[in-house]
Every structure is written in structure tokens, then in C-alpha cells.
């Protein structure tokens, strides 16, 4: 009797028949979902990428081999879209996970009574991309901007800089705007990694006559390679497909200057109405993608 | 435990950074709530007053009066959300009980696949998306936007569940079974009481996904009355009104307002929730 039960609850090998029917039935709602919005739609962005098919000239709709893979080469629009992409992510992620970890570090240290600091500092992680990308748009504004106003005071700055409107200047105020609003995440994944380390280790660190950076190389980063791994890589992987910021703050330009892939390809698509060719790009976005999430999946196995 | 003793210098040194971090996350927040109200002359001072000399809630009313209809872009912002919510909660729950507690094939298959999914630039699928929902007739639906924004929400609530069922022991459920329940009594009465948590955790990311999306109200709405508040922004911001940097921000403090609620309201499941897997590793 007891055997049974256990066999159903655990469904080990013998009791497979019936849970596997139970598990269909569970799945199968969520998986239908999502089988609608991202599979399918992502097994037509395959098949449309082979096609010359363009909204604006509908009777030249024709299967096209892989001309839209050959224009990819010729054209210097998306090879500056990947390079920005690349420079953007990485500069993003990278500042980011720095910031975070040094706010983490900072408030791991102070007294428990002052813990509702990380509440507020946790704040801009929720705040919608669309009101990041408006609120610096505003303080990188070349008048208005308050941004200009602090720098001049404190001569940085000899003048107001035009940061929105300037091709090298506008990368980094796009970079500014993500890392705002991204380091609280690294700051509160560091934290709950930060609380993880055993308090004998770090006495005995201690004990054993370590240096504070000594501590920090030899007992905290060691404990904490996982979390910036795992961090890091979902933060790759989120900024290669930001949209609502760069979109709102710059629209991808001056000219080229911030237009990321994801800029491109909107453009492409929803502008120009080059369907055929804008899944091409798609396409070869997602297999470079896919390489990036086997290292992530990789490592997720491993960790846990 | 023996602790490491806090000199002077370093304390001073903890809190300068610590300051620091405050001033860099809080300014910008408080910069726009400042600017929304204040008026529009002020803005353009040439040396900016830290708070309006005369604050007003001139910003807020026109919102309501202008030509975009900002509260209507509210009310769908509300909806939309508040379905996606209890959708993606009640379809996460269920596939997420499936994975931590059946064994079955393609198991290992289909969790990494939803992981996977996840990973799907958004803006490639939009284009046979559109095309789609041009032939169901979902173009500028509630339903067409629930269903996208609960498609892109589902991967990490049903990850994010299926860790909270796993902490719940099997052996409560095979008491119950034991007793008589049914495996979808013992899911529905000694599951899900215990992961309340999880579930709450799953809602307010399903909330935030939903609320601050852009990119699927932009292409499949393009009806002026169905436009949730990211596109509505644009549509009023975008272009000539670009300088009216008050209205801006008062729009910006409206639409950040309701998830800043939710969060402070909700934090501690959110924290919980996000932090449990990434610390047992």
C-alpha cells in the first residue's frame, strides 16, 4: 500500500504511465503559450529570412536563397550594429557588475539598523526602461540637462557638452543611463551571495593574520565566482536585447553612433519594411545568442 | 564569532561610499519628481533650482487634458497587467508543480528549452508575430498583449516555482495521498499554502514584465485608444513636444508610481524569491 503511494507521489520508473499523462496536462497550457509567441513565430522568422519580401513592394515577394544573408556581408549598417551591440554590452555589464559589487560590499559592512538602505537603493532596478530612457534624456539634455550644470560647476567640463547629439559622446551617456538602472540587480545578487559565506571562514581568514584585500581575493571572490558568473552572463544576454532605453534616449543615433542590433533590425522591420530582410539579421542575432546561452545553460549546470 | 574591529578610517570610508551610492540612485528619482513639478519657465532656468520655487500640479492635470489620452493609456496599462498576472501565475503553478514532481520524459528537455526561450531577442519574433495576429485578428486586442507579455514572463516564473515546490517535502503530500487526497487535492491543499511566497514573487515579476514593456504594444497595437503607457509616452513625447520636459516627467513619475508601490510593498518575496537559487550554488 505504502509502496504504491510512494510510487505516485515520487513516480519513479514504474509509476511513469500515469504522471506522465498528469504532466501533460499540466504543461500543456503554459507550453501552448508559449509555442505561440516564441516558437512558432521564430521557426517563421527562419523561413522569411530566405525571402525578398518587402510590405511596401508586395508583388516582388519571392524566394530569394540566401540573398539576404549575402547583403548582410556588403552591409556596413549591421557591421556597426554589431559592433556597437558588442562595445555596449560588455562596457554595460562590466561597470555594472563593478558598481554592484562595490555597493554590496559597502553595505554588507554597515550595521544591521541601516539595512532599509538596500530597499532604496534596489529602486531604479523596477523602474520602466521607457521613464530611464526619458529621465536621462533629460539630464543629458546639452541646455537643460542637469548633468552639464553639475559638471561645469564642479570644472570637469569647460562648457556644456551636446551628449545626445555627438557620436562618441552619446555611447557613454546610454551606457550611464543602463548601468543606473542595472547595478542594484548585481548589488542584491552579490548581497544574498554575500550572506552565504560561512562566518568561520572569514574568523579564520582573520585569525590566520589575512589582510582585508587578502580576505576579499582568497575567501570572498572565490565564494562569490558563481553568482558573477551567473549574473553576468543573464545580464549579457538581456542588455544584447535592450530596446526601450537606447530607443527612447537616442532612437539608435547620431547617424549610427548607438544603434544597436535590436535597433537595427525594429528599423529594418517596422520602418523600412524589409520583413525578409530584417529576419535574416534576426536569425543570425538568435544563433549568436544561442552560443551564449549554452555557455549560460552550461554553467547553470555545473553550479547547481 | 571574532569580528575584524572597524577603525575610524575605514567606517568613514563605508559610509563615503555608501553616500555616494545613495546620492547617484536617489538624485535621478528625485530630479524627476522635482521637474514634474515645476513650471514649464522654470525648467528652463539657467541655474536650476534643486526644488520648484513654486510647485505646482499644473504637469499632472494636462496630462489628462492633452491631446494623447494619457488615462486611457493607464486603464490599459492596468488591465493588461493585472491579466497577464493572474495568467502567467495560474499557468506557471501548474507546469511548475509538473517539473518538480513528476518524472517523465523530455522533463530535462523541456526545462532547459524554457530557460532557452528566454534568451529570444523579442524584436526578431515581432515580424511573423505581426503577421500572425493580423490573421487571428489580435491586432489591437487586450487579449493579443496579455497573451505576448505572459508568453515572455512564463520561462522565469515556472523556473522560479518549480524551486519553491522542490523545498516543499514530498512526504506531506504522501500523508495526504495517503488520506485519501487526490493529487490535485494535495497540490491545491498542501502545496500551494506553502509557496505562497514563490507565488507572490512570480506576480510582481509578471507585473513589472507587463507594465514596462515597449516593444509589443509598439507593433501590435496601433490603435491610438488600445496604447498601454510605455507607447503612449512616445506618442505624446515623441517629436514636437519633446521640451515639454515637465510634462515629461510627470508622465515619467505616473508611470514609475505603481511599480515603485508594488516593489516597496512586495520586496521582501521579490528578494526572497529571486536570490533563493542563485545562493545554492
New interface residues.
Given amino acids: 500500500m505504502w509502496g504504491r503511494f510512494k510510487n505516485t507521489v515520487l513516480s519513479t520508473e514504474n509509476g511513469e504511465d500515469n504522471s506522465t499523462k498528469l504532466a501533460a496536462l499540466l504543461i500543456a497550457p503554459a507550453l501552448a503559450v508559449m509555442g505561440f509567441i516564441i516558437v512558432y513565430p521564430l521557426l517563421e522568422a527562419l523561413w522569411l529570412s530566405f525571402f525578398n519580401y518587402q510590405l511596401t513592394k508586395p508583388d516582388e515577394y519571392a524566394f530569394a536563397m540566401a540573398q539576404n544573408y549575402g547583403h548582410m556581408l556588403k552591409d556596413d549598417v549591421f557591421w556597426i550594429a554589431l559592433k556597437n551591440t558588442v562595445f555596449f554590452t560588455f562596457a554595460t555589464v562590466f561597470i555594472g557588475l563593478l558598481l554592484g559589487l562595490l555597493m554590496a560590499l559597502a553595505i554588507d559592512h554597515i550595521a544591521e539598523r541601516f539595512a532599509s538602505i538596500r530597499g532604496l537603493i534596489l529602486i531604479p532596478w523596477v523602474v520602466p526602461g521607457i521613464v530611464v530612457g526619458y529621465l536621462f534624456m533629460y539630464m543629458f539634455d546639452v541646455e537643460v540637462g542637469i548633468i552639464n550644470y553639475f559638471l561645469l560647476k564642479a570644472n570637469i567640463i569647460s562648457k556644456y557638452l551636446p551628449w545626445l547629439m555627438k557620436e562618441d559622446l552619446s555611447m557613454i551617456a546610454v551606457i550611464a543611463a543602463h548601468v543606473w538602472n542595472q547595478a542594484p540587480f548585481y548589488m542584491l545578487m552579490i548581497t544574498a551571495g554575500l550572506k552565504a559565506i560561512p562566518d568561520d571562514v572569514k574568523e579564520a581568514a582573520y585569525m590566520e593574520g589575512a589582510s582585508r584585500w587578502e580576505e576579499f581575493c582568497h575567501v570572498t571572490l572565490p565564494y562569490l565566482k558563481g553568482i558573477l558568473v551567473i549574473s553576468s552572463l543573464l545580464m549579457i544576454i538581456r542588455n544584447f536585447n535592450n530596446f526601450p532605453i537606447i530607443w527612447t534616449m537616442t532612437g539608435g543615433g547620431p547617424v549610427y553612433a548607438t544603434t544597436t542590433s535590436v535597433i537595427y533590425i525594429y528599423r529594418e522591420a517596422f520602418e523600412q519594411y524589409n520583413l525578409g530582410y530584417a529576419s535574416a539579421v534576426g536569425v543570425v542575432w538568435v544563433a549568436i545568442l544561442l552560443i551564449v546561452s549554452v555557455v549560460y545553460v552550461r554553467s547553470l549546470q555545473k553550479d547547481f | ?4 574591529g ?1 577603525s575610524l578610517l575605514w ?1 568613514t570610508f ?2 563615503v ?2 553616500i555616494f ?2 546620492l ?3 538624485f ?2 528625485y ?2 519628481l522635482s ?1 514634474s513639478l515645476k513650471d514649464n519657465l522654470e ?2 532656468n539657467v541655474n ?1 533650482s534643486l526644488w520648484p520655487n513654486a510647485p505646482t500640479l499644473a504637469s499632472y492635470v494636462n496630462l489628462g487634458e492633452g491631446l494623447t489620452p494619457i488615462p486611457t493609456f493607464f486603464m490599459n496599462s492596468v488591465i493588461t497587467s493585472v491579466f497577464t498576472v493572474v ?1 502567467a501565475v ?3 503553478v ?2 511548475g ?3 518538480s ?5 523530455f ?1 530535462k528537455t ?1 526545462l ?1 528549452g ?16 505581426y ?2 495576429y493580423v490573421k487571428a485578428h489580435l491586432l489591437n486586442s487586450y487579449i493579443g498583449l496579455i ?2 507579455f ?3 514572463t ?2 522565469f516564473g ?1 523556473w522560479m516555482l518549480k524551486g519553491f515546490i522542490d523545498s516543499v517535502p ?1 512526504e506531506i ?2 500523508a495526504a ?2 488520506d485519501g487526497c487526490s ?1 490535485l487535492q494535495s497540490m491545491r491543499l498542501m502545496v500551494f499554502p506553502l509557496i505562497v511566497p514563490g507565488i507572490v514573487a512570480t506576480g510582481v515579476f509578471a507585473f ?1 514584465d507587463a ?2 514593456n ?2 509589443f504594444p509598439l ?1 501590435l497595437v496601433n490603435d491610438v485608444l488600445m496604447k498601454t ?2 507607447p503612449g ?2 506618442l505624446a ?1 515623441g517629436g514636437e513636444f519633446k521640451h515639454d ?1 515637465s510634462g ?2 510627470a508622465a ?1 513619475c505616473l ?2 508610481i505603481p ?2 508601490i508594488v ?2 510593498v512586495l ?1 521582501r518575496y521579490l ?1 526572497d524569491g ?2 533563493k ?5
Fill in positions: 564569532m571574532i569580528r575584524r572597524f567606517s563605508i559610509w561610499i555608501m551610492t545613495l547617484w540612485t536617489l535621478p528619482m530630479w524627476m521637474t525648467v528652463f536650476p495568467l495560474s499557468l506557471a501548474l507546469a508543480y509538473a517539473l514532481r513528476l518524472r517523465f520524459r522533463r523541456i532547459m524554457v530557460l532557452v526561450t528566454q534568451m529570444f531577442p523579442l524584436v526578431v519574433l515581432l515580424i511573423p508575430l503577421l500572425v497573451l505576448a505572459t508568453s515572455f512564463l520561462p515556472i514530498v503530500e504522501e495521498m495517503v493529487r513589472l507594465w514596462n515597449l516593444l507593433v503607457l510605455p509616452m512616445i513625447f520636459w515629461m516627467m515619467s508611470v514609475s511599480v515603485i516593489f516597496i520586496q528578494v529571486l536570490t537559487g542563485a545562493v545554492k550554488g
